[in-house]
Nanobody, 127 residues
């Protein structure tokens, strides 16, 4: 069992930066693949970024590539999403997700592949 708690959301102007954190409880974090998803009002939840439990495989959605960076600290049971050059279209509730990884470089990019979800944190980017 893994419990996830996101933090770091807020209101920022376009072009600004935010860092989201996701603190995980449970002894399986170090062997869990992690992901960040977002859901804008009236839209479906979409993939943003993922990271393998080994930390070396980090795919991104095309819409955030080059602006967002996912990382993890297994000693702190925490995964991060550094967001830079934010745009109004990045406004959404951001969710952290976890799922057991089959092997060190395995990543998952679909909502239904994740077993555990956080409660979400709101990110609002003003123009």
């Amino acid at each position: 069992q893994v419990q996830l708690v996101e933090s770091g959301g807020g209101l920022v102007q376009a072009g600004g930066s935010l860092r989201l954190s996701c603190a995980a409880s449970g002894r399986t974090f170090s062997r869990s693949a992690m992901g960040w998803f977002r859901q804008a009002s009236g839209k479906e939840r979409e993939f943003v970024a993922a990271i393998s439990w080994g930390g070396l495989n980090t795919p991104y959605a095309d819409s955030v590539k080059g602006r967002f960076t996912i990382s993890r600290d297994n000693a702190k049971n925490t995964v991060y999403l550094q967001m830079s050059s934010l745009k109004p279209e990045d406004t959404a509730v951001y969710y952290c997700a976890a799922t057991p990884g089959d092997y060190a470089w395995r990543v998952y990019t679909r909502v239904n592949e994740y077993h555990y979800w956080g409660q979400g944190t709101q990110v609002t980017v003003s123009s």
